[in-house]
């Protein structure tokens, strides 16, 4: 499963929601009603024990991420300044 695919597991899981109808991976998560501010605390909490990345308060507060395709490229930018990029890229000499 990537990376993708377990955000939007969680998600689906938690909120009791599936992507796809209605909701699509950009839509706002919040004025679908899948999400309130306690869903998006238990969110980055998520996101930062999968994929091993912290979220400040700042990052929380400023950069709301209200779609799927949101968080997953918050992740993907945050795992890419941890240089995660394991697997992906080959390492040169």
């Known amino acids: ?22 909701v699509t991976d950009d839509s706002d998560l919040f004025k679908a009603g899948v999400m309130d501010s306690f869903g998006y605390i238990q969110l980055m909490s998520f996101l930062e024990d999968e994929f091993s990345i912290g979220v400040t308060d700042e990052e929380m507060l400023t950069d709301v991420f209200v779609s799927l395709d949101a968080i997953d490229a918050f992740v993907a930018r945050k795992l890419a300044g941890q240089g995660a990029g394991q697997g992906d890229a080959s390492c040169a000499g």
Do not use: A, H, P, S
């Open 1 to 22: 499963m990537n990376r993708t695919d377990k955000i939007r597991q969680f998600i689906e899981d938690r909120f009791l929601v599936e992507f796809g109808g209605e």
